[in-house]
């Protein structure tokens, strides 16, 4: 069966050249596509095309914008058994998973859609006589959108879809590890009769292609989710061209667990969030935190639990985790296992490799949990990206907190308890821009504001109407009559 190759997209054309391999990472026999290796070139020609475009994209009206977004996410949705089957092959997520983001993809270009007949902007009384004031929201101009492997299409989705309503217009670099889910969501655009120029898509060598981008004259905006690193030079680079900058980067999240809470659904609520999607998610749980008095027990059915986690590929039905995206994440995850192991003894189930039939084709390995764990220790610190969880032990409440708080991230928290003074105690004290209660760290709906603290994110938040403040920016206006 012959490989289908998937081209660039530059002002409104398919662009060939030569290309590079997609493999799925459950079986890395299987290349799930070509993709046509992108150039500096190619990002100047899109971000180009994009400033070309702006005018009369930006022209029209928001609800007429609204309305292709709104034509976006029928394609999405007609074709979502489709882009989930391939968001596996790529990704390596379940199946159950992968569907689940084609949908938040599709409500996301909903939600999306429907502020374009909305936009918010300000009307407030002038001090002088007969002056009618007033604020409107414009769009920034270029904008460059830089996005991970671990959600190929939703962090696509809610960074493309709020740019366009708001009138930008858009070069797309999605990660070379999973481009696929994003090239199904222009192609999706292109379908949708979104005219030429407005939306472009570069796939390739990240960074080469993110200088490029960061770089390219017409470029008014970068949007960015991974790695602190990648980031961290980003804001410098932008920083030069005084370029208006988001990045949403790592996380070390912890669950709090008090003696007080729903046992069961404790031990459930840290098993999702640590574990599923192979932890490789910016809001997984890599920290949980036990009171003392129940700490061991919650550790024994932690363990006993986790056990009976299905290890797979992510098509067969009753896999819980898949793999790890490719050989260097997976190399990640064992060089902390072994550091792990130094710091606090093996670890209490898992830390291997898993070999055998079904196994030695992907990037597989077991869930971990070290025991006894400290916070100085590196497994405490630093953001590993994969299905490897610390357990820690608090005194109380206040230990709980202060330990949580010791890392340079705050991107995302959650904790366990019926004691509502304790809730609210939580919410004001952890150092943390995303908050859950008795529900998994990991897990954010598209109608609110997503983003960290610290060294997690900066600038304007994403999601729901705070996407808003990053994609458009105030002309204000005083009239006399």
């Known amino acids: 069966m012959s490989v289908p190759t998937y081209p660039n997209y530059v002002n409104g054309a398919w662009r060939t050249g030569a290309t590079f391999e997609n493999r799925n990472p459950a079986n890395i026999d ?7 290796r992108g150039t500096p070139e190619d990002i100047q020609a899109a971000a180009e095309a994009a400033q070309a475009a702006l005018p009369a994209w930006s022209s029209l009206p928001a609800p007429a914008r609204g309305a292709y977004l709104f034509r976006v996410a029928e394609i999405l949705e007609r074709k979502l058994e489709q882009l989930a089957e391939e968001m596996t092959r790529e990704e390596g997520k379940t199946l159950p998973e992968a569907r689940a983001e084609v949908r938040r993809s599709v409500n996301i270009f909903r939600y999306f859609a ?28 270029v904008v460059g959108l830089i996005t991970p492997w671990n959600f190929p299409s939703a962090i696509p989705a809610w960074k493309l879809a709020p740019a366009l309503v708001c009138g930008n217009t858009v070069v797309l670099k999605p990660a070379s590890a999973a481009p696929l889910s994003a090239w199904r969501i222009v192609e999706a655009c292109h379908e949708a009769g979104i005219p030429k120029g407005v939306v472009n898509f570069v796939a390739g060598a990240g960074g080469e292609l993110g200088r490029a981008l960061v770089h390219a004259p017409p470029v008014k905006a970068v949007s960015f989710t991974g790695s602190c690193a990648v980031g961290t030079w980003l804001h410098g680079e932008a920083s030069k061209r005084r370029l208006k900058i988001q990045l949403e980067m790592g996380g070390k999240n912890p669950t709090i667990v008090l003696a007080d809470a729903d046992f069961d659904q404790a031990v459930e609520n840290v098993v999702n969030g640590a574990f599923f999607s192979t932890g490789q998610k910016c809001t997984a749980t890599s920290r949980v935190i036990v009171e003392e008095p129940i700490y061991d027990r919650f550790l024994e059915a932690l363990v006993e639990r986790t056990k009976k986690l299905k290890v797979g590929n992510g098509l067969e039905p009753g896999v819980d985790i898949g793999p790890a995206i490719d050989q260097a994440q997976l190399d990640t995850d064992l060089r902390y296992i072994e550091i792990g192991t130094r710091e606090a003894g093996p670890p209490v189930v898992g830390g291997r490799r898993l070999t055998g039939d079904g196994y030695d084709k992907g990037y597989f390995i077991e869930p971990t949990i070290f025991a006894g764990v400290t916070p100085e220790m590196r497994i405490a610190q630093e953001e590993i990206f994969g299905p490897i969880l610390c357990v820690m032990r608090a005194k109380n409440f206040d230990d709980a907190i202060r330990i ?3 890392v340079p991230f705050g991107l995302s928290a959650s904790l366990q308890t019926t004691n509502l003074s304790r809730v609210f105690e939580y919410v004001h004290r952890m150092e943390a821009g995303l908050l859950t209660v008795n529900l998994p760290s990991a ?8 983003g960290g603290t610290k060294d997690s994110s900066f600038g304007p938040k994403e999601q729901g109407p705070a996407a808003l403040e990053f994609y458009s920016d105030y002309k204000t206006v005083y009239v006399k009559y």
């Open 30 to 36: 299987e290349v799930v596509g070509l993709f046509v």
């Open 443 to 450: 897990g954010v709906e598209y109608q609110l504001p997503f």
């Open 404 to 406: 949580a708080n010791c």
């Open 114 to 141: 429907g502020e374009g007949a909305r936009l918010p902007g300000l009307v407030v009384p002038s001090e002088r006589e007969r002056v009618h004031t007033f604020a409107i929201r414009r769009p920034i101009g």
